[in-house]
Every structure is written in C-alpha cells, then in structure tokens.
C-alpha cells in the first residue's frame, strides 16, 4: 500500500524568488548556472544528474531553501525515501513554511512507516489543501494505522463527500466502523463475559459468520440466565428459523410473545415457522390466525401479507389472496417471490397474459437476483486483493 504514493509532479522553486533573507547572497553566478543544469537535467529525464546538480548547490549554497525541497522531490520520486526525508527536513529548518516540503516529508514518513512522525505533517498538509486527495488518503492509511479509528471514520466521511465513488474509501470505512465495533463488544465482554448482553453479542457474531451451532450455544445461555426478558427467545427463534428448524423455532417464537406480546416480528415469524412446518390445508388455520393478528397490529409488515397471500392460495381461496399481493407488489416490486404468487392467482382467474406476464417478469427478476449476488462475491473479492 504505502508504495503507491508517489508524487508525479511539484512545481519547482525558482532559485532567485523563493528565497529567504539569511540566503539572498549565497546566489552567486556558480549556483545560477548549477540551478539550470540541474533544471535541464530534470526536464530531460535525467534525475541522477539533477540530483548531483542540486547536491552542489546545496554544499556551496546551504542556506537555500527551494534546493532542499526540489531535491527531496527528486529523491522521493527515485523511491529514496529516507534521503528525501533527510534533506526536506534540513530544507524546513531553514525555512519552516514550505508546504510541498511538509507535505513530502509527511509521505516520505509513512513509506518508511514512521506513522506517529507522518501524523502531523499529513495533518497539516490536508488542511492546507482540502483537493489533495492522495495526502487525504495517506492520512486515514495513518490514523487506522496507529488505531486512531474515530478520527479516520470522520476523515473518510469527508473524503466520501469528495468521492462518493471510491471503493477503496467505502472499503476503509467498513473497516473501521467494524474496529469500532469490535472496540466496543470487547468492552461489553470484558465488563462481564457471561452477561445476557454478552452471550446475545457473541450469538450474533457467531450468526454472522454463520456458525448456528455456536449460535445456539450462546443463545440458549442467554434464555437459561433471563427466560422472561424480551429478546432472548427472539434470538434463539431466529437462529432455529434460519436453519429451517421450524418446530423449535416456532416454541421460541411463542416463548417471546408471552414476555412481549405486541412483538409483531415474532408473530409473523411464528406464523411463517407454522406454514412452513404444515403444507396441508388442515393445519393452516393457526398461522393464518397469527398472519391476521400480526397484519392487525402492523400493517406495514409486507412480509406478513405475502405469507397471508401464502396461506390463502394453499386453501384455495385465491380471490382473497389478490388484495394483499397487489399490496406487497407495490412496495417491492422487484421482489420474485410476489409475482409467482400473482401468477398463481390470476392462472386460477382465468387470465391467462396475466399470469404469463408476472411468470415472465418472476423469471426476470430470479436470473438478476442470482446475477447480483454472483456480482457481490465477485466485488468481495476485489476488495479483498485491492485491501492486500
């Protein structure tokens, strides 16, 4: 990472303007003449000899600042890192309010991963020039680096208001805001490693990677130390309902309903563990009374419409079901799942371009759903070798 800063271009002092008061007599017609030449070695794409020419001004002249800087640029564009270091330093002692010199010395610290030295120059380097975004960018690089999260997280929110296209951008913020995190549920462990809190923490993690088995571990722990307080049935529910184990599931949907009955998650959950459970129209009457309680209580709660719309079909009520999928299509119109079920009931109709229509478009919608997340494993994995 750090060898890909390189400074392409900076505009060279001229010798006989940029001078300080201490060094005015030192530009006497040798350094004159040693300046071009050194000017013209650079332009032709000679840097050892511009090198050896600003050397020489600089062991008759040493008092000049503009020297230092055009030679520390030269070495620093050679990759010679801690030579461009040396001499921009000397430059800046003798002329403090050079700052391409800071800016230089500020990027020559961090290839040579001098970060807490790197720190302030680069600091002062973006406030002075808010557009350079390469010394922005080394910045942030600087503060993940020495830990200093909060502040990269504020950097690179500005940045991204600069560049709201910059993976890379997007990318370091991801992982700081998940240091942080991690900063933060390490504290919540450290507090007290077999709190509630803390085994629903770790259950999420483990769920996140999804390691269930873990997951139920933590969150069984979690329902064994506050079986009556909101949330740990849920937790435990959800695991078992992401494995497809529905009956278990559906206990632990019912448990967190009687220690928070207004939870319309748990309700539709319980119910959608229910029709999954039952395929035959017989055993269909408890979640669709769950669906209605649900949708009652929260109407906005799409998911519970199309399960309802779900339950109707199966009893062969397809009429009924119609209102609450025009519902959810309105709401999520690319959602696959929405136009299968319209087919079915406008088939069941007798319309027959309907039905082919929304099976069409549910084919549509399935290939760029699949294409898509084909497209994210590919992004990941370009963010992954970008990041290495």
């Not at 040396?86 to 020559?108: D, F, H, Q, V, Y």
């Not at 020495?146 to 997007?170: C, G, M, T, V």
Request: a negative charge; proline letters at 4%.
């Amino acid at each position: 990472m750090r060898n890909r800063w390189l400074v392409l271009a900076l505009v060279l002092f001229g010798l006989t303007t940029a001078l300080g008061q201490q060094s005015g007599d030192e530009v006497s017609p040798e350094v004159q003449q040693l300046y071009a030449q050194a000017r013209s070695a650079q332009q032709g794409g000679n840097a050892t000899l511009a090198i050896e020419k600003y050397r020489a001004i600089i062991r008759v002249a040493p008092h000049i600042p503009a020297a230092y800087n055009n030679l520390g640029m030269l070495y620093f564009n050679e990759s010679d890192y801690e030579h461009a270091a040396e001499i921009l330093k000397r430059g800046l002692e003798i002329n403090g309010k050079m700052p391409t010199a800071s800016a230089m010395l500020g990027m020559c610290y961090f290839q040579l991963g001098k970060d807490d030295l790197a720190l302030p120059l680069l600091k002062a380097a973006v406030r002075a020039n808010a557009a350079d975004e390469k010394a922005e960018m080394m910045l942030i690089h600087i503060q993940i680096n020495l830990k200093i999260y909060n502040d990269a997280a504020a950097q690179l929110r500005a940045f991204l208001e600069k560049h709201p296209n910059s993976q890379e951008a997007w990318y370091l913020l991801g992982k700081t805001y998940l240091q942080l995190s991690e900063d933060a549920l390490g504290r919540v462990h450290d507090i007290d490693p077999d709190s509630v809190i803390a085994h629903e923490i770790s259950g999420e993690i483990d769920t996140s990677m999804h390691n269930y088995d873990l997951a139920l571990v933590e969150f069984k722990k979690a329902v064994d130390l506050a079986p009556n307080q909101p949330g740990t049935h849920m937790h435990l529910g959800e695991t078992y309902w992401s494995i497809g184990k529905w009956q278990s599931a559906a206990e632990e949907f019912k448990a967190e309903l009687g220690n928070d009955p207004n939870s319309c998650m748990a309700r539709w959950k319980l119910a959608n563990s229910l029709l999954e459970e039952n395929d035959d129209s017989e055993h269909l009457g408890d979640p669709l009374t769950e669906l209605n309680l649900a949708i009652d209580r929260c109407p906005s709660l799409m998911q519970a419409h199309v399960d309802r719309a779900r339950a109707l079909i199966r009893l062969g009520k397809q009429p009924d079901a119609l209102p609450d999928l025009l519902l959810a299509v309105a709401e999520s119109p690319r959602e696959p799942s929405i136009h299968f079920l319209l087919a079915n009931v406008y088939r069941s109709q007798g319309k027959s371009a309907d039905a082919q229509k929304e099976m069409a478009l549910y084919g549509t919608l399935q290939r760029e759903a699949s294409a898509a997340v084909a497209q994210q494993a590919a992004d990941a994995n370009t963010l992954k070798s970008t990041a290495k």
